[in-house]
């Protein structure tokens, strides 16, 4: 989800005022609106530090971790110009305030998503963190009374080397915390770091093994009662009729909430509420969507591609090269609706009170989650008070608020806390789904089967109309064109339309890679096939295109050579490859796959090559890229949410398939070298696999595959 960056130059606005004895250095962001005051009552920064008069850097984290390494890759930043060791910063969850914490590529929401948090934090807070070491200086040198150039920081204490005094940060945080501000304090050398470029321990993961960290379906309160839910089985139906009698009768079963499109069970525990559900006897009225079908959906998308979209991009003119073509390819793709099927499912703990209400809950966009409780009960945001969480897993899920809103309509009608927690059927049957697209492609390619011409049309939904509407303009945003658009290869006439078409009765959102999930996977495809078409290699042939985007070639070169590109492979087992430019870095995938006599595909090896500018901790960004890998590959052999009368037909993970462990290939990840800002690392790997697997299924069997999931009964032998 990417709108339009902020400027993140080094133009920021730090102020500093006295906290409990210690040193607060706040940061403002370009979008901050604060006062200037000392006071930090009055305060409006994006990010802070805190050093506390014990010398502990308190850092008020903006983003929120589910996974991804950011509650370690952070605080790597302010530590390597603080001069401080990694264990020394502890983490604050930031509380839901936009001002203060809002993301500035997102142009001030708060949120965690789009593969943005190095990003966005990447220069304010080194910033941050080499202001204080020099105030820290400056106020060490005065009590010594000593040049500060004849100081330096090391490991949370200042040194004056030539008399050997030595003063730990805490003493002298109150101190610092009166002097000026330092204005144009230079940052570290990359040759200087210690930590950024090292591969870090995850200061998160003792909690997560040792069962201490607390995710929101952790949340345990005194006089907790557990809820779960149904909901209407159609998008936009309703509850005609409820016969709890049985229900009531079960062990544990305290109350029966009705809503216009849920019924709720409150138990003592999770197991008793589910059975309680299971007794009810529920009539639905399934509203105007009850015969909604997959292929209705289908065919208006298909339909929509026939006319004119909005102009995402125009260059030259494609209509005239098109005549000169002396060969066109042309060609429809499809992808589906995809759920996101966290680990964790969908919960929320909610305690409404008369005049007050609080909440406990993993989310990404957390001021809106405070907005949503709000809303419902309809308190000013002030008297909402929510409590952030770990993560067990986001993918864009948690940056939609539909879990806080049920469980403060259901927490409205109980007597104290209570936690609603969604069964896995419930959580799929009703999650907000990745956008199904269908393409029309075409090209034209010259004598040497090069391309003249580009022409992409695709309809579907956008996600951002719905979720941030300034960001939706002409009929088109930056979310659902991205990967389609600005493409590394070099192209003399392009031109690509998008349609916006909304399908009726089914929720869309945000999923992992967002729109290059979708345009990654049909630009690939496609220039897979204009090499087949031109008889030639396909390494070789994007090549020859990314002449004028030499970070984009370099990682498609050293993939090839990594991967063995161009040594034979056995029968029915081929090498697909990809290459983008997304999230702000450069990826090239070789996926090694094999297809069995009856159609089944295992992908085997894995080799990706990526630039992705600075690296903070190597391992995350692995770690990250693996992960990835393995969503994107459960997406392009399995990932299909489809609707038959209007339902969800997929109901829990043996109708929504993962990747299993003995089924993960062997994944090599190699990073380049490079001084370039960082890039976001959460995303691009699912986008780039599934190009990556369908081309290696057509260099296996010859069969192009255009529409995802793959279906293994088109590639029998036969």
């Not at 220069?123 to 060490?140: D, F, H, K, Q, Y």
């Not at 078409?501 to 929720?507: A, D, L, N, R, Y």
Request: hydrophobic fraction near 45%; include cysteine; glycine fraction near 8%.
């Amino acid at each position: 989800m990417l709108v339009d960056r902020a400027d993140l130059s080094r133009r920021r606005f730090l102020e500093i005022g006295v906290v409990t004895g210690g040193l607060m250095l706040s940061l403002k962001l370009p979008l901050a609106r604060a006062s200037a005051a000392i006071d930090p009552e009055s305060l409006a920064p994006n990010a802070f530090i805190r050093i506390q008069h014990d010398g502990q850097i308190v850092l008020t984290m903006p983003y929120v971790e589910m996974g991804q390494g950011t509650y370690t890759s952070i605080p790597m930043l302010i530590a390597e110009e603080l001069e401080v060791d990694l264990k020394q910063v502890r983490l604050e969850h930031a509380p839901p305030n936009a001002k203060l914490y809002g993301n500035p590529i997102f142009g001030g929401i708060q949120c965690t998503g789009g593969s943005t948090s190095i990003r966005a934090a990447w220069l304010p807070l080194r910033e941050a963190g080499a202001v204080a070491r020099t105030m820290l200086i400056s106020a060490a040198a005065q009590r010594w009374h000593v040049d500060p150039a004849t100081c330096r920081a090391q490991s949370g204490e200042v040194f004056h080397e030539a008399s050997g005094s030595k003063i730990k940060y805490g003493e002298i945080a109150a101190a610092a915390a009166g002097l000026p501000v330092p204005k144009n304090v230079p940052l570290k050398s990359p040759a200087d770091f210690k930590l950024i470029g090292t591969p870090a321990k995850r200061l998160d993961t003792p909690a997560k093994v040792n069962g201490t960290a607390v995710f929101g379906i952790d949340v345990r309160l005194p006089g907790m009662k557990i809820a779960t839910l149904a909901q209407s089985p159609v998008f936009g139906g309703r509850v005609t009729s409820v016969d709890d009698t049985v229900a009531r009768s079960v062990k544990g079963v305290r109350q029966i909430i009705r809503l216009d499109d849920a019924v709720a069970v409150v138990a003592d525990h999770f197991f008793a509420a589910k059975k309680g559900l299971a007794a009810l006897a529920v009539e639905w009225d399934d509203g105007p969507h009850a015969n909604l079908t997959t292929k209705e959906v289908v065919r208006e998308l298909e339909q929509a591609t026939l006319q004119p979209g909005a102009v995402a991009q125009n260059i030259g003119n494609v209509t005239e090269a098109m005549m000169s073509a002396a060969k066109k390819v042309e060609a429809t793709y499809q992808v589906p609706f995809l759920a996101h099927a966290t680990m964790e499912p969908m919960n929320c703990t909610v305690h409404v009170h008369k005049d007050s209400c609080e909440v406990w809950v993993g989310n990404q966009a957390i001021a809106r989650a405070q907005e949503a409780a709000a809303t419902v009960t309809g308190l000013p945001p002030d008297k909402v008070v929510v409590h952030n969480h770990l993560i067990g897993g986001g993918f864009g899920r948690r940056l939609e608020i539909d879990g806080v809103t049920r469980a403060v309509q259901i927490g409205r009608h109980v007597e104290g806390p209570v936690k609603v927690v969604w069964t896995r059927e419930e959580d799929i049957r009703h999650d907000m789904y990745r956008p199904l697209f269908f393409d029309r492609i075409s090209a034209a390619l010259d004598r040497k089967g090069m391309p003249l011409a580009w022409n992409h049309r695709f309809a579907g939904s956008s996600v951002l109309a719905r979720w941030f509407p300034p960001a939706f303009d002409k009929g088109l945003d930056s979310d659902t064109t991205d990967g389609a658009i600005n493409l590394a290869y070099a192209l003399p006439n392009v031109h690509v339309e998008y349609v916006h078409v909304e399908p009726p009765g089914i929720p869309t959102a945000f999923w992992r890679s967002v729109g290059p999930s979708h345009n990654v996977f049909v630009v690939e495809s496609f220039i897979d096939e204009l090499a087949a078409a031109a008889g030639q290699d396909p390494v070789a042939y994007r090549s020859s295109l990314l002449d004028k985007s030499p970070r984009a070639k370099a990682v498609l070169a050293l993939a090839a050579e990594k991967a063995g590109w161009g040594r034979p492979m056995a029968n029915r087992t081929g090498r697909g490859v990809s290459v983008q430019s997304a999230f702000g870095g450069y990826m090239a995938q070789v996926a090694e796959v094999e297809v069995s006599e009856n159609g089944a595909v295992r992908v085997r090896r894995v080799v990706c090559a990526v630039d992705c500018g600075v690296v903070v901790n190597p391992d995350t960004v692995r770690a990250q890229i693996e992960g990835a890998i393995i969503f994107g590959i459960t997406a392009a052999l399995y990932g299909e949410i489809t609707l038959k009368s209007g339902r969800v037909e997929q109901g829990n993970f043996d109708t929504y398939r993962m990747l299993r462990m003995d089924e993960a290939p062997t994944i090599e990840v190699h990073i380049v070298r490079s001084s370039e800002e960082p890039g976001g690392m959460g995303e691009p790997g699912t986008s780039a696999i599934m190009p990556a697997v369908a081309n290696g299924i057509y260099a296996a069997t010859g069969k192009r595959l255009r529409k995802l999931p793959i279906d293994p009964s088109q590639l029998k032998s036969t």
